[in-house]
């Protein structure tokens, strides 16, 4: 699952592929989000989270994340972290997003920024039905 060749500049991390098959997408550059806080959901042997999944967050989505104990709208300067609202593109974790769908309250997904990794915990159909489209 994780590539292991030092020569492409990133051992460790699983090859940077959407769960349509295409080239992983840019989620959000502000605020800065990503495991590696590169702006993409990209991950690798030390995400243990699974942060894959490119969420456009709702405040349906916030609260249901405050309640689960994952307060994602405080902020928490000591961490430079401003905190997300509504309409901010984030990376959660794939059991998280499946844990929000499970209870009626998943945000919306951006697919091509989207990390494939997240098909070993959600199924595409799911992630499909919360497609966001900006159209």
Not at 81 to 86: S, V
Request: charged share 20%.
């Amino acid at each position: 699952m994780f590539d292991q060749t030092p020569e492409q500049g990133r051992p460790g991390r699983a090859p940077a592929i959407n769960v349509l098959g295409g080239a992983l997408q840019i989620c959000s550059a502000e605020p800065l989000t990503g495991f590696y806080r590169d702006g993409c959901c990209n991950t690798g042997r030390e995400d243990h989270g699974l942060h894959t999944v490119c969420a456009v967050m709702t405040a349906e989505f916030l609260a249901f994340s405050k309640a689960a104990g994952n307060d994602l709208s405080t902020p928490m300067p000591q961490y430079g972290f401003a905190g997300l609202n509504p309409g901010d593109r984030w990376c959660l974790c794939a059991e998280r997003w499946k844990e929000a769908f499970d209870a009626g309250a998943a945000p919306l997904v951006v697919l091509e920024a989207t990390h494939a990794v997240t098909l070993q915990v959600v199924p595409l159909e799911a992630l499909r039905k919360h497609a966001f489209n900006p159209r």
